[in-house]
């Protein structure tokens, strides 16, 4: 039983034993900081079943907690907040039962498993930022959701069949004179990219080319020769043509390669992976099935639709009349092909995009219809884009920021602050590019990952890898500060035993509260799919930690017990941050 539950119990016998009064729940909210105490009762709700003066009401309680509950020292009411001052003793209970902070929090698994996608782009052009913002969601979430006691499964799947895929290939084919990855020293996937930039310059010349001649502008656009071989080309890829499909597998594996390689430098990986050229046919037995059941309906042309006006939305098309499917269908298939795939898993996450939420609101309502009980438990992990300061990025423009040069671009940075610093001059160069790649991809992850995924981002580089405030960085320094401290009470012998009777200072009881927080905010952060959680209350730990630091000697305490404490609190702050940032896939350096 936890602390609220024991006040709850108490304080419901309290205003039994004190008023005659049957109280249903208690109120409690955490104690304002102008404010001494540790946690508040809030008495105001209470008047409906006690009549009295809300202060009155407060004091008999406070005073039946501190006489009934040893983990109450002492009380103060404020107008109708009754304020617990929690005993000494209450928190190195707490702090002595925890064996392994580095493991603090995290739950054993339980039955059943999510399935959490994410990633998913095309094989047309290199991942950029907008990738990266969906990437490091739907890792961190698969993380959270893990260390709050669910089986994850990591999964993708890679949109490479589409007229968009075949542009690349059609400007490779016209303009690439047999070019290649290790011919040219380039990515596989920006090779590709390149192509598809290229496709685009051309067909637009063609569109004003023919516009120039006299032609309408939208029959310029759906005549243009460019346009029109990329179509056939799509034909022929669909009907199986050797020559098209070779070429296809050819370029798609130099995209996969040069994905493997960012996504390793992310330091993210995936359990399983779906292809749309493989899926993409999935979903018609499905609607079938569906119009076999009253799920769907046929229309007189012979297309099939589901109705959802009974659930606020519209009529959704999941065939058309000449049997071919939609993204709806193949959506349908996948879906149930994954739960064939990985039998234990009773929900899934979706990491998409906020342009995509009418989708999904359908897919979920269909599959529910479908009768399929993991349908309950789909979720939209619904993101706001991610603008720069110079405005929006398009891809067949050429004017997306590139995540390997981003990610190259924010190790840079750490490492022009870092020299600046200048408390590094002992570190090798490799421990130096190490260090800067650790500090830059932090304040990457951090920066993206503290924002609410459902708010838009504005993202400023230079921002994101100061080394005070809100930042990554900022918390890794902390870190390191306390793997120093740590390595000085090694030199010196510290032993750390189990402690009793130290009386504590006001800032370790207050690190001692922020520390007692981490498990709460793990299962809210899982329940809320929002790494933002986990992020902010890192940056509060780090704020109490440095406030203790600066306020309270360490090596100079007063006692050997006071000093083993503080070592040893020190260190268990160092391990939750470590636990905290990888759940959002950051690492921690020993030294910076």
Known sequence: MNLQQTLSEKIIKAVQDRFDATLETVEFQATRKDFEGDITVVVFPMLRVVKGNPVQIGETIGAYLVEHVDAVADFNV???????????????????????????????????????????????????????????????????????GKKVYKTQIINDRGIHICKSMLAWKRFGNGETPDSTGLKGDKLVGNYYVKFDQVYKEEVAQAIAQGTPEEEAKTTAPSLVEAQEMLRKWEAGDPETVALWSKMNSWVYDGFATTYDSLGVDFDSYYYESQTYLLGKDNIEEGLANGVFF?????????????????????????????YMTQDIGTAIQRVKDHPDVT??????????????????????????????????????????????????????????????????????IS???????????????????????????????????????????????????????????????????????????????????????????????????????????????????????????????????????????????????????????????????????IDVPERM
């Open 78 to 148: 404020v107008k109708g907040f009754l304020n617990l001052v929690l005993s000494d003793a209450y928190y190195l209970t707490f702090f002595n039962s925890v064996t392994d902070f580095s493991h603090f929090g995290r739950h054993s698994q339980a039955d059943g498993a999510v399935m959490v996608e994410f990633s998913s782009p095309n094989t047309n052009k290199p991942l950029h930022l907008g990738h990266i913002r969906n990437i490091l969601l739907g890792h961190s979430v698969s993380q959270i959701v893990e260390a709050a």
């Open 298 to 326: 046929k229309k007189d042309d012979g297309s099939v639709w589901c109705d959802l006006t009974d659930e606020g939305l519209d009529e959704k098309l999941v065939l058309r009349s000449d049997g071919t499917a939609v």
């Open 347 to 416: 929900g899934m996450i979706y990491t998409v995009g906020n342009e995509q939420d009418y989708h999904f609101k359908v897919l979920f309502l269909i599959l529910k219809k479908l009768g399929y009980a993991w349908a309950e438990h789909l979720y939209h992990l619904s993101y706001g884009m991610v603008d720069l300061p110079s405005g929006k990025m398009k891809s067949r423009e050429g004017t997306v920021v590139d995540a390997d040069d981003l990610i190259s671009e924010m190790a840079n940075t750490a490492g022009a």
């Open 419 to 585: 020299e600046e610093l200048g408390k590094i001059d002992d570190f090798s160069e490799e421990e130096k590019q190490k260090l800067y790649h650790t500090i830059g991809l932090g304040a990457l992850k951090y920066y993206i990952l503290k924002v609410d995924p459902k708010k838009r981002i504005l993202f400023n580089p230079e921002e994101s890898v100061d080394f005070q405030g809100n930042t990554g960085p900022f918390i890794q320094y902390t870190y390191a500060r306390i793997q120093s401290i740590l390595r000085k009470a090694d030199e010196t012998s510290v032993s750390f035993e189990t402690h009793k009777a130290v009386d504590l200072h006001q800032k370790e009881k207050e690190l001692l509260k922020q520390l007692q927080l981490f498990p709460e905010t793990i299962q809210l952060a899982a329940e809320n799919y929002s790494p933002a959680l986990i992020a902010n209350y890192t940056y509060d730990l780090v704020k109490e930690f440095n406030s203790f630091y600066q306020n309270v000697p360490i090596f100079a305490a007063e006692t050997e017990e006071e000093k083993q404490f503080r070592i040893r609190l020190s260190g268990a702050v160092g391990e939750v941050i470590k636990t905290a940032f990888s759940l959002l896939g």
